[in-house]
């Protein structure tokens, strides 16, 4: 062990590197980690945690408005970017200076700069080399946006967080749930929203009664959908807005374009080339069971393998690591049932398998579900509808998938999650008292099947 300056040297301080590299000096490992850019990763800096503060910050513009039905004197309300913006930095900055002790604290020497693998037990970081026995790659996945007339005026989620001005009109290109999220933060932040999405209907992947309830849900928030519209060209006015082509010869004027149209691997610059590590044909790194490449002494972990893109994933994924090379044995992560949560307005909460899953796998599926107005807006008036789900093998009464789309979904799945990961029947969510007056207490109330 004394030959190399490290036990493990991990790439990228995300989730999952600042997990593992913790983990593996607490357990006694001389550990170093490199991060070039986001100290916490994507989610800390230009994902989950802003983007669910803005969310946050979109969903106040209706419920000033429903105050006054409540009693509450509406005397009207401001947004302010900068003041969103500033506030966001300062917390990401918090968080930033919280990951960083945690590293420090741990014992872990945290090198900045971009590594590259110069071999099998050699990292280079500005121009020094570190040998470790081990070598983590944990360097997480990038925006990707296509190449097109007028690419170098859209911006992706990395930039849109720090815009100096706010955009009146703006158009968000994708049709996953980073499109979704930020179209409905920017219709309810006042802007005029456009998607864009090439396909018949966005969300693809997740339930189709929840794809169609959301699509619903959003047109009623003032979010314009263009669905089987595919962007051409983008070009700059004298004014500085932005004129976007599409295809069919249609046009759209805006402020700004957000591409979310995906993420890749971020490898580019890593060496793995150089040392013949497998990657798959999307530009993920091939691991086994053990997060092992095909070099036996590099590892790899988390977005970056092409596993769900999800933080909870890659914590769990440095958990394994860490604990195989500390037995040798295989720890294996059960990736069936991860719930998830879409935060767009109303949020996506999902966990098991889609309706449509269910019945290509060859499962004899019955459904339940639940259309109704929130408890709130029966006072508020307001058109927002909520939709819950249930999914279950007739063949043994075990309830296959839940799914809803209303106010804190995430919040309410989380915990049926648990009930599918222990195998919950139909009855036994029959059996269990509601929580009354909940929105929640629905999936425990649902007797009548509808398919």
């Given at each position: 062990m004394a030959e190399f300056d490290f036990d493990l040297f991990v790439i990228g301080a995300g989730s999952g590197g600042v997990r593992a590299a913790r983990m593996a000096a607490v357990a006694g490992m001389r550990v170093a980690v490199a991060e070039d850019r986001y100290m916490g990763g994507t989610c800390v800096n230009v994902g989950c945690v802003p983007k669910k503060l803005f969310v946050y910050a979109s969903s106040y513009s209706e419920a000033f408005e429903d105050a006054a039905a409540y009693g509450w004197q509406n005397r009207g309300a401001d947004f302010n970017?900068?003041?969103?913006?500033?506030?966001?930095?300062?917390?990401?900055?918090?968080?930033?200076?919280?990951?960083?002790?945690?590293?420090?604290?741990?014992?872990?020497?945290?090198?900045?700069?971009?590594?590259?693998?110069?071999?099998?037990?050699?990292?280079?970081?500005?121009?020094?080399?570190?040998?470790?026995?081990?070598?983590?790659?944990?360097?997480?996945?990038?925006?990707?946006?296509?190449?097109?007339?007028?690419?170098?005026?859209?911006?992706?989620?990395?930039?849109?967080?720090?815009?100096?001005?706010f955009p009146r009109r703006i158009l968000v290109v994708g049709g996953g749930y980073i499109a979704v999220e930020f179209a409905g933060i920017f219709a309810g932040l006042g802007a005029e929203t456009h998607l864009s999405y090439r396909r018949q209907l966005f969300l693809r992947g997740f339930d189709r009664d929840i794809r169609n309830f959301v699509r619903d849900e959003m047109a009623k928030k003032g979010a314009q959908l263009h669905f089987d519209h595919r962007i051409a060209a983008v070009e700059k006015l004298g004014d500085g807005s932005l004129l976007v082509r599409a295809d069919d010869g249609s046009t759209i004027a805006v402020d700004a374009v957000l591409y979310a149209t995906g993420r890749v691997a971020n490898t580019s610059g890593l060496g793995l080339d150089k040392l013949g590590v497998v990657l798959h044909r999307d530009g993920t790194i091939s691991v086994d069971d053990n997060f092992r490449t095909n070099v036996r002494s590099i590892y790899a972990l988390g977005d970056v393998t092409g596993e769900p893109q999800l933080t909870p994933v890659a914590l769990a994924e440095a958990m394994a690591l860490v604990k195989h090379l500390q037995t040798g044995n295989l720890t294996e992560i059960d990736y069936n049932n991860i719930p998830t949560a879409v935060f767009c307005q109303p949020n996506i909460g999902t966990v098991g398998l889609s309706e449509e899953e269910a019945r290509d796998s060859g499962i004899p599926v019955v459904v339940y579900k639940s259309d109704f107005r929130p408890m709130r807006h029966t006072v508020s008036g307001r058109d927002e509808r909520t939709l819950m789900k249930l999914v279950v093998d007739s063949s043994n009464d075990k309830v296959v998938g839940v799914h809803m789309v209303g106010p804190d979904a995430g919040e309410i799945i989380q915990g049926l999650a648990v009930a599918i990961k222990a195998g919950a029947t139909k009855q036994v969510f029959d059996q269990t008292i509601g929580i009354h007056p909940t929105a929640a207490e629905e999936f425990v109330t649902m007797r009548t099947p509808v398919a």
């Amino acid at each position: 062990m004394a030959e190399f300056d490290f036990d493990l040297f991990v790439i990228g301080a995300g989730s999952g590197g600042v997990r593992a590299a913790r983990m593996a000096a607490v357990a006694g490992m001389r550990v170093a980690v490199a991060e070039d850019r986001y100290m916490g990763g994507t989610c800390v800096n230009v994902g989950c945690v802003p983007k669910k503060l803005f969310v946050y910050a979109s969903s106040y513009s209706e419920a000033f408005e429903d105050a006054a039905a409540y009693g509450w004197q509406n005397r009207g309300a401001d947004f302010n970017w900068q003041t969103l913006r500033e506030n966001n930095a300062s917390e990401v900055g918090r968080l930033n200076g919280i990951y960083r002790n945690l590293l420090a604290n741990s014992g872990v020497s945290v090198v900045d700069g971009r590594a590259s693998i110069e071999d099998p037990h050699g990292v280079v970081v500005n121009g020094r080399r570190y040998s470790a026995e081990r070598i983590l790659v944990a360097t997480g996945s990038w925006p990707f946006i296509p190449d097109f007339p007028g690419r170098e005026y859209v911006m992706s989620s990395n930039e849109v967080f720090s815009m100096e001005e706010f955009p009146r009109r703006i158009l968000v290109v994708g049709g996953g749930y980073i499109a979704v999220e930020f179209a409905g933060i920017f219709a309810g932040l006042g802007a005029e929203t456009h998607l864009s999405y090439r396909r018949q209907l966005f969300l693809r992947g997740f339930d189709r009664d929840i794809r169609n309830f959301v699509r619903d849900e959003m047109a009623k928030k003032g979010a314009q959908l263009h669905f089987d519209h595919r962007i051409a060209a983008v070009e700059k006015l004298g004014d500085g807005s932005l004129l976007v082509r599409a295809d069919d010869g249609s046009t759209i004027a805006v402020d700004a374009v957000l591409y979310a149209t995906g993420r890749v691997a971020n490898t580019s610059g890593l060496g793995l080339d150089k040392l013949g590590v497998v990657l798959h044909r999307d530009g993920t790194i091939s691991v086994d069971d053990n997060f092992r490449t095909n070099v036996r002494s590099i590892y790899a972990l988390g977005d970056v393998t092409g596993e769900p893109q999800l933080t909870p994933v890659a914590l769990a994924e440095a958990m394994a690591l860490v604990k195989h090379l500390q037995t040798g044995n295989l720890t294996e992560i059960d990736y069936n049932n991860i719930p998830t949560a879409v935060f767009c307005q109303p949020n996506i909460g999902t966990v098991g398998l889609s309706e449509e899953e269910a019945r290509d796998s060859g499962i004899p599926v019955v459904v339940y579900k639940s259309d109704f107005r929130p408890m709130r807006h029966t006072v508020s008036g307001r058109d927002e509808r909520t939709l819950m789900k249930l999914v279950v093998d007739s063949s043994n009464d075990k309830v296959v998938g839940v799914h809803m789309v209303g106010p804190d979904a995430g919040e309410i799945i989380q915990g049926l999650a648990v009930a599918i990961k222990a195998g919950a029947t139909k009855q036994v969510f029959d059996q269990t008292i509601g929580i009354h007056p909940t929105a929640a207490e629905e999936f425990v109330t649902m007797r009548t099947p509808v398919a």
